[in-house]
T-cell receptor
C-alpha cells in the first residue's frame, strides 16, 4: 500500500533562515506529488506539485521542491523563511492512473518561526 | 471565481445523533472528495464522487456516507455519532482527472459531546 512519511513532526527555524522539509513516499510507481500548507483553523493550500519533467519544481510563496526518484523523496525548501510561513505542511501523493483524485497524506510537519 | 465552500463551519452534536455537511465545489469541477482530519490520525480520505457516482472510498465504517448532486454539490452524512468522530472535515474539488489540482475548502469543525 502507498504511504507518505514526513520524518519531522516539528521544526523551529529563525526568521530569515532556510527551511527544508522532508518527505519520503512508498509507491508502486512514481506518483503525482504535492505539497500543501495549512494555517491554523484553515483548509489546505497547494504550494506546488510534480508530475514529470524537471525534478526541481517552483511553487508559490517562494517555495521549491526537488524530486529524487532514487531516494523516493520530494523535499520542500525555502531559502529565507518569513514569520508568515509558520504553519503545518503536508506532503501528499496521488496515483498516476486510476483511483481518481485520492490523495494520501503524510503526517505533516509543523513549522515554528522564531523572530 | 469562488473557491470550495463548506457549510456549516462549526457545529456541536451529541453522541448518537447524525450530521450532514455540505460542500459546493469550484464551478466546473466534477470531482468532490471528503477528508477527515484529526490530531491522532491525520488526514484520511473518506470518499470521492465524480458525476454523481462514488468513484473511491476510504476505510471508514458505513456510518459515513455521501452523495453528489447533478450540480456537483456534495453532502456527507455521519450517523450514530461517536466521540471519535470529532474532527475537521475537509471537502476538496477538482476537474476529476489524475493529476488535476485538488482545491480544498476551509472545512467543517465537528465536535461530538
Amino acid at each position: 500500500a502507498q504511504s507518505v512519511t514526513q520524518p519531522d513532526i516539528h521544526i523551529t527555524v529563525s526568521e530569515g533562515a532556510s527551511l527544508e522539509l522532508r518527505c519520503n513516499y512508498s509507491y508502486g510507481a512514481t506518483p503525482y506529488l504535492f505539497w500543501y500548507v495549512q494555517s491554523p483553523g484553515q483548509g489546505l493550500q497547494l504550494l506546488l506539485k510534480y508530475f514529470s519533467g524537471d525534478t526541481l519544481v517552483q511553487g508559490i510563496k517562494g517555495f521549491e521542491a526537488e524530486f529524487k526518484r532514487s531516494q523516493s523523496s520530494f523535499n520542500l525548501r525555502k531559502p529565507s523563511v518569513h514569520w508568515s510561513d509558520a504553519a503545518e505542511y503536508f506532503c501528499a501523493v496521488a496515483p498516476l492512473v486510476g483511483a481518481g483524485n485520492k490523495l494520501t497524506f503524510g503526517g505533516g510537519t509543523r513549522v515554528l518561526v522564531k523572530p | 471565481k469562488a473557491g470550495v465552500t463548506q457549510t456549516p463551519r462549526y457545529l456541536i452534536k451529541t453522541r448518537g445523533q447524525q450530521v450532514t455537511l455540505s460542500c459546493s465545489p469550484i464551478s466546473g469541477h466534477r470531482s468532490v472528495s471528503w477528508y477527515q482530519q484529526t490530531p491522532g490520525q491525520g488526514l484520511q480520505f473518506l470518499f470521492e464522487y465524480f458525476s454523481e457516482t462514488q468513484r473511491n472510498k476510504g476505510n471508514f465504517p458505513g456510518r459515513f456516507s455521501g452523495r453528489q448532486f447533478s450540480n456537483s454539490r456534495s453532502e456527507m452524512n455521519v450517523s450514530t455519532l461517536e466521540l471519535g468522530d470529532s474532527a475537521l472535515y475537509l471537502c476538496a474539488s477538482s476537474l476529476g482527472q489524475p493529476g488535476n489540482t485538488i482545491y480544498f475548502g476551509e472545512g467543517s469543525w465537528l465536535t461530538v459531546v
